[in-house]
């Protein structure tokens, strides 16, 4: 049974910071496609940030692009969401997600695996 789980999310000011974190149950993010989706009230869900855990390789939206960075700790098995200079626009639920291999990093939501999502609020 693989199991993702989201947390570290918050109400942080404008301008604040954050750091997600996705820690996995029988599933080892090395050398695995990961990502970070959000989803608005009303609104279709997002791909922000992906990558493949066995490169450098990193996939970023153009709205997060600069503010945003995603990466991995191999040892705790555990990707993370590091969102800085935090806009009111980006107040969501966010998800993590992941796929083995044969894949690639995308920012489409067909991936096998999810988390429950963790809220984000940024207030004005």
């Known amino acids: 049974q693989v199991q993702l789980v989201e947390s570290g999310g918050g109400s942080v000011q404008a301008g604040g910071s954050l750091r997600l974190s996705c820690a996995a149950s029988?599933?080892?993010?090395?050398?695995?496609?990961v990502a970070w989706f959000r989803q608005a009230p009303g609104k279709k869900r997002e791909g922000v940030a992906a990558?493949?855990?066995?490169?450098?390789?990193?996939i970023y939206a153009d709205s997060v692009k600069g503010r945003f960075t995603i990466s991995q700790n191999d040892a705790k098995n555990t990707v993370y969401l590091q969102m800085s200079n935090l806009k009111p626009e980006d107040t969501a639920m966010y998800y993590c997600?992941?796929?083995?291999?044969?894949?690639?990093?995308?920012?489409?939501?067909?991936?096998?695996?999810w988390g429950q999502g963790t809220q984000v609020t940024v207030s004005s």
């Open positions: 997600a992941a796929e083995p291999p044969p894949c690639a990093p995308r920012l489409t939501t067909k991936y096998n695996y």
């Open positions: 029988g599933f080892t993010y090395s050398s695995n496609c």
């Open positions: 990558k493949y855990t066995g490169a450098l390789n990193t």
